[in-house]
């Protein structure tokens, strides 16, 4: 039976994730309209838009990662409650913002061409990836800048703000696909290029948004965000956390993006089933995703105040809740393996083939709900350096060298990466949960000292 603090915490915890799985639901979102008004434009324009979206996803996250350093300092702070020093953490992100997008620009410059000649792709795919690219950059410059504000918002103002924004933009963004991609409302016909810059005019408006609610907002008017005061000791903090934290995200991004290469060989049905069960694996990503941010600000909060001793139970709460919920939507997918290939497919080989994807699928998640909330609860004590070098490890260092034995030695096909990826997150999973043992342990030990 739930014990009224027990309980309290589980609502507290709720409160938190469910506005930001609405939040990175709303994402998904905005990507699944790209590419289905693109695929309306035609097979060439979707073809551009895909290998435009392959090349800039782990770099999107990957910065996302960096940026987003912000929440557990932020959070840290309201426990220890100095919330004057939350306007340094702001400017140091808005800082880093520009700074990332300047990199982005200069190598979208000088690498571009080689990039495409190397991938030697059709001239009509190759000119809608180019520009498709080229006007997601541009448009990224704003939403680098939203990252640091959402942070500010999800843990000062609650996480309840980012969802309704981007709920809010979410038909903004249709709507503009369909002005730009089909030349509708007296807007030139871009095809897959308009799906880019109609997701860059949804950037600034997300960052509009967020300014002017962070400026009217009563809760942010004691921040003295826009005064002209800078740290360099925040941006090194910001950057010791953001640097691994943005790496780690990158090698498991990067990871399935490469592993596309050795799946293509099996053929185009094996390449269209993988990317099936890719695809729906982002949904379900979202779920530990979401518990992952929330455990976040709600450890930070905790650390901060130093209540080492909540800051545990709020993290073991966490990963059972997200286990569970985990374990109800594997068996949903699992007995409806079949209802979701044809979501995807109408091919008889395609629906044969995508359900034994979807088995390695849900197999994943269920280690990826333990392996991504740790994440999570290690970034709110601030802990970032070991999750990245277990991540590159599990990634790489299992997934990759043990998929292609599976493959070539073990005859195992194109399922041998799914299988090695599965044994991958398990070990990151395990490796990680031992990490979070040694903090609590390391943090209660530290108080312990200082009574």
């Known amino acids: 039976m739930l014990t009224k603090r027990t309980w309290y915490r589980f609502r507290r915890l709720i409160t938190v994730m469910l506005p930001v799985l ?6 998904i979102g905005m990507n699944f309209f790209d590419a289905t008004m693109s695929g309306h434009a035609g097979a060439e324009q979707l073809a551009g838009t895909s290998i435009g979206g392959s090349l800039m996803m782990p770099i999107i996250a990957s910065a996302t990662g960096i ?8 959070a840290q702070l309201i426990g220890k409650n100095q919330k004057e020093n939350i306007d340094l953490v702001i400017r140091s992100g808005l800082v880093l913002a520009c700074i990332i997008e300047i990199i982005l620009l200069l190598s979208y410059y000088f690498f571009i061409d080689e990039l495409l000649i190397f991938l030697n792709l059709e001239p009509t795919v190759s000119y809608v990836a180019r520009y498709y690219i080229l006007a997601l950059i541009l448009g990224l410059s704003g939403g680098l800048l939203t990252f640091p504000l959402r942070s ?4 000062v ?18 709507f503009l696909n369909y002005c730009f991609i089909f030349g509708s409302f007296g807007m030139p016909k871009l095809g897959g290029i308009g799906a880019g810059i109609a997701t860059a005019i949804t950037y600034y408006v997300l960052l509009s948004i967020f300014i002017y609610i962070i400026i009217r907002n009563e809760q942010f008017t004691n921040l003295h965000l826009f005064r002209f005061k800078f740290s360099f000791a925040s941006l090194k903090e910001y950057l010791s956390i953001g640097i691994p934290n943005g790496l780690g995200i990158f090698m498991e991004a990067s990871l399935f993006g490469f592993i ?7 053929g185009t049905n094996y390449i269209a089933a993988h990317q099936a069960a890719m695809s729906f694996s982002s949904v379900l990503y979202m779920l530990p995703l979401s518990y992952s941010l929330a455990l976040t600000i709600i450890i930070g909060i905790e650390v901060g105040a130093k209540r080492y001793r909540e800051a545990k139970n709020y993290a073991r709460l966490g990963l059972c809740v997200a286990f569970a919920t985990a374990l109800i939507v594997i068996a949903l997918v699992l007995f409806n393996r079949d209802l979701v290939a044809r979501m995807y497919a109408t ?9 034994h994807f979807l088995f390695y699928t849900v197999a994943w998640q269920l280690f990826d709900a333990i392996a991504c909330p740790i994440q999570g609860i290690l970034r709110g004590y601030k802990d970032v350096k070991a999750a990245f070098y277990i991540s590159m490890m599990a990634y790489w260092g299992i997934c990759m060298p043990v998929g292609i034995l599976l493959d070539y030695y073990g005859h195992q096909g194109a399922f041998a990466y799914w299988q090695s ?15 979070l043992r040694y903090i609590e342990n390391k943090m209660y030990k530290k108080k312990e000292k200082s009574l």
């Open 22 to 27: 609405a939040t990175q639901l709303s994402i």
């Open 67 to 74: 940026l987003m350093a912000a929440t557990p300092i932020i």
């Open 260 to 266: 596309i290469i050795f799946i293509s060989k099996f």
């Open 421 to 435: 990826m599965v044994l991958g997150i398990f070990a990151s999973a395990f490796l990680l949960f031992i990490r």
């Open 347 to 355: 091919e008889p080989i395609l629906l044969e083939y995508i359900p």
């Open 157 to 174: 103002a609650g996480t309840a703000v980012s969802m309704k924004i981007y709920l809010a933009a979410l038909p903004i963004n249709a």
């Open 152 to 155: 500010l918002t999800d843990t």
